[in-house]
């Protein structure tokens, strides 16, 4: 990408024998929010690290504002990060946190002081500056985290799965305030996460990585939409992935695609019908705005939502019919 | 039955475990010459007595200064080596870690003798000196250990948010690595005065005439006396060493605190 | 490089571990010399004298005999303790943990002072016997005062080790075999004590090491009457002035504890 805040180059990390990342190509845009996304043991944390300079690569470039920063250590690349466990400097209050990074810039006292008070107030955590972190809650601590990464005012910043110490509705709440306050800065972010809500319902695009590659990156809808394979639909949940049948079965009428691979099926192009004979339901979840129904096909089961008004329960037959346009052939990937 | 018979048994340990700690304390408040428990009436002259006694001052003092002086020395030596033993990619980590621990293998009186004729063959004559070198080689396993067991519990991201920041090698360590062990730190030095102020087998073969520190004081006395004096000297030193640990264990828990806090 | 903050602790230990360790075996090689301590030349009679001559053989029986019995003794008192602390609620739990731990805040010869005062013929406990009109129990300056006093010294060891390992045990699989149908004493002699055993071991070898290798308490509780291999170093030491003789003992107690150590980890660090 042309003009990229971030380009990051056929990137290679090795932990001696083993290969965490194998030629990962990524750039990020000036604002944008990109998520890594992948299962644990993918490489999206050895490419933050990389990132920010504590794993040097074994070959491919980083180019930040356009220049390669393999020689610069992490002090001087002017990149703020968050970590998971947030490190925050037990023995300093939570101001001091945020100041640090300031004094080892050399900013004078009078700045500096200035500085920090506006980005505690920033995170809404003013009243909270002389407290230790371990007079803070999991959430209040993830701000200081936050506010100290970016009082620095850095050119990227990097969150190592930020939220996952905190529970699930502190973190939707988190997953709000922390899109807005980015929008708001206008700070290019990467983002790791194992969760894949939390990597949809943030980023501007989601990099979905496997094995130390990055199999697909692209908006939320179209990663949805259009999966580049079965893995990929699966691990993302886009829909159903199923074995294409050798012979028709009675009361399914899917319009297979021709060809080798795996039929894909998204949850919301299936219809069901009250049927004498045929697949039976097998299970049946409701979801709030609709409900997930289990269809036992000879292929696999088939998972289908529909509005939550649908008048079926288990054990009843169905007709399942799904259109020619809504059932694509992936390869296995 | 059984819950009952293990409470007895164990009330009766706890007994065994408390007897000297109680006979010991109440005798120094009895009024006769002789030590008895429970005491008859109630003074505190021993307690005068034992202050009016100089040599028991002065060896007070010795024990204080050789104390101090062999934490700080075991401080200086240890702390490095416990930053120097963090890395794990170390060349021989295991060996370092237990040539490090190996003074506390050893029986004392081996390490007593060992150095008593060692200084006998190098002509060494400071007996403070060689006090102060075997007290420092018996204490100094314990800063490696708890200090290097602080550094462990250590959050590894935060050096590098602290890099991450635009911090160099030295300022990682001295404000935040450093500050972060502290407490740990500090409760290391005061185990360390304790173990070193308690230590009598290595203190009996070292000492000099003029270098005497405590224990060995009241090890010569009890050869020659015995006397309720004797427990005054005694309950003091419980209390001493009492308020010590408190203040370790107020030391640690803020530690472990300030790590629960984090995690 | 990476190894430059372990230097000053090598260059210290190499100084004053290493250095006096080499001296000390140079001289328990040393010949005995009346006149001048240590004579000149080579010679193995110290070890034969300190291995095969019957006195310091019934020493080192004696001393190990020692050892074995305080070992059996805190472990006798050390797992009812350390089981009543691991069931307790916390705050009795904290109170018998401080309580354990305690004889280690008094001083050695503070503590053996105590147990003088207690256990002498004069000591307390026979006084309290008295006033009840049992018979006198011979206390003063025995093997049964050293065992006692050294007990009290080295059961803290014991009980750590244990509850560190008891704290570990699932209540569970305790929980399991009481509902299997066996009663308590049952499920701690197949099951409890099987899954402490590591800690008896570890808490074994410290007892037996400390027990051994024991000076003050001897020396203190057992008067002139009571030798062990430490009390009899110390005689080489300062009264015999039998300094190659004393270095011999020395190196036997170091290797008697070597031993034992090397012991204990093979059956027990492996699994």
């Known amino acids: 990408m042309r003009g990229a805040l971030l380009n990051v180059e056929g990137l290679r990390v090795a932990y001696g024998a083993v290969t965490a990342l194998d030629g990962v190509s990524l750039a990020l845009g000036s604002g944008e929010f990109v998520a890594l996304l992948g299962p644990s043991g993918c490489g999206k944390t050895s490419l933050l690290r990389a990132v920010a300079g504590f794993v040097h690569p074994a070959a491919g470039r980083i180019l930040l504002n356009g220049a390669d920063i393999a020689a610069v250590p992490p002090r001087g690349r002017n990149i703020g990060i968050v970590y998971q466990s947030y490190a925050l400097f037990p023995h300093m209050s939570a101001a001091e946190n945020v100041r640090f990074g300031l004094d080892s810039r050399g900013v004078p006292r009078a700045a500096a002081h200035a500085r920090v008070a506006e980005a505690l107030a920033m995170v809404g955590l003013e009243t909270l500056a002389a407290r230790r972190p371990h007079q803070l809650s999991g959430g209040q601590q993830q701000r200081v985290a936050l506010a100290r990464a970016l009082v620095i005012a850095p050119d990227l910043l990097l969150l190592d799965e930020p939220l996952a110490a905190l529970d699930k509705q502190l973190r939707v709440q988190m997953q709000t305030e922390l899109r807005a306050l980015q929008r708001r800065l206008g700070i290019t972010t990467v983002f790791v996460t194992h969760d894949r809500e939390e990597a949809f319902s943030m980023a501007d695009r989601v990099a979905v990585l496997r094995d130390g590659r990055i199999c697909q990156i692209d908006t939320p809808e179209r990663l949805f939409a259009g999966p580049v394979d079965a893995w990929v639909a699966e691990f993302i949940g886009a829909g159903n992935v199923l074995a294409i049948p050798a012979e028709p079965e009675p009361g399914v009428a899917i319009a297979w695609p021709a060809g080798r691979g795996l039929a894909f099926i998204p949850h919301d192009r299936i219809a069901l019908a009250p049927a004498e004979t045929g697949p039976r339901i097998t299970a049946r979840r409701f979801l709030g705005l609709g409900v997930e129904l289990h269809v036992q096909t000879r292929t696999g089961i088939l998972r289908a939502v529909l509005s939550a008004a649908a008048p079926f329960a288990i054990g009843d037959a169905v007709r399942v019919t799904v259109a020619t346009a809504d059932c694509r052939i992936l390869p296995p990937g | ?263 | 490089m990476r190894h430059l903050p372990l230097a000053p602790l090598l260059v210290f230990y190499g100084c004053f571990l290493l250095a006096p360790g080499l001296a000390l075996a140079v001289l328990s090689l040393r010949p005995f010399s009346p006149t001048l301590v240590v004579g000149e030349g080579w010679t193995g009679a110290n070890y034969l004298t300190a291995l095969a001559d019957p006195f310091y053989l019934g020493l080192l029986a004696g001393t190990i005999f020692l050892g074995v019995a305080v070992t059996l003794v805190t472990l006798l008192l050390g797992y009812p303790l350390a089981l009543a602390t691991v069931r307790a609620g916390p705050r009795l739990k904290s109170f018998l943990l401080v309580v354990a731990l305690s004889p280690l805040l008094i001083n050695l010869v503070v503590r053996s002072y105590a147990w003088i005062v207690l256990l002498g013929d004069h000591g307390l406990i026979n006084a309290w016997l008295r006033a009840m009109s049992l018979p006198a129990v011979p206390l003063d300056a025995n093997m049964a005062a050293v065992g006692i006093g050294l007990a009290h010294v080295t059961l803290p060891l014991m009980v750590l080790s244990l509850v560190a390992v008891m704290e570990r045990i699932d209540p569970r699989l305790l929980e399991a075999a009481a509902s299997l149908g066996a009663g308590e004493w049952r499920i701690l002699a197949r099951v409890h004590v099987h899954l402490a055993m590591p800690g008896i071991a570890t808490g074994s070898l410290l007892v037996f090491c400390t027990a051994i290798s024991a000076f003050i308490t001897p020396r203190l509780l057992g008067g002139n009457r009571i030798s062990t291999i430490s009390t009899v170093i110390y005689e080489k030491f300062t009264f015999s002035l039998n300094w190659p003789l004393g270095a011999a003992l020395a190196m036997v107690l170091l290797g008697l504890t070597l031993v034992v150590t090397a012991l204990h980890d093979r059956l027990f660090r492996a699994r």
Do not use: K
Not at chain 2, 148 to 153: L, N, S, T, V
Not at chain 2, 212 to 235: G, H, K, N, Q
């Open chain 2, 1 to 263: 039955m059984f819950a009952r018979l293990l409470a007895l048994a164990a009330s009766g340990v706890v007994i065994f475990l408390l007897l000297p700690l109680v006979v010991i304390t109440g005798a120094s408040f009895t009024t006769t010459e002789y030590v008895t428990f429970p005491p008859q009436g109630f003074t505190l002259r021993w307690y005068e007595a034992l202050l009016a006694r100089a040599d028991f001052l002065a060896a007070l003092r010795t024990s204080v200064i050789l104390g101090v002086l062999a934490a700080a020395s075991a401080a200086a030596i240890g702390i490095p080596a416990a930053i120097g033993l963090r890395h794990a990619g170390l060349p021989g980590r295991a060996l370092l870690r237990g040539i490090a621990m190996a003074p506390l293998t050893l029986p004392t009186i081996v390490t007593a003798v060992a150095l008593l004729q060692f200084y006998y063959a190098i002509d060494l004559d400071a007996p403070l000196g060689g006090l102060l070198i075997g007290h420092t080689l018996i204490v100094v396993p314990y800063c490696i250990r708890t200090v290097g067991a602080a550094f462990e519990r250590l959050d590894p991201a935060l050096s590098e948010a602290a890099e991450s920041l635009g911090a160099g090698p030295w300022r990682i360590h001295l404000r935040v690595t450093l500050p972060a062990v502290l407490p740990s730190i500090l409760a290391a030095l005061a185990f360390m005065f304790v173990t070193s102020f308690d230590q009598v087998t290595l203190s009996v073969f070292l000492a000099g005439p003029d270098v005497v520190p405590l224990p060995v004081r009241l090890y010569t006395y009890i050869e020659f006396a015995i006397d309720p004096m004797l427990a005054a000297a005694s309950a003091s030193l419980v209390v001493l060493a009492m308020l010590v640990v408190v203040l370790c264990q107020r030391l640690l828990r803020l530690d472990r605190g300030l790590f629960a806090g984090a995690e």
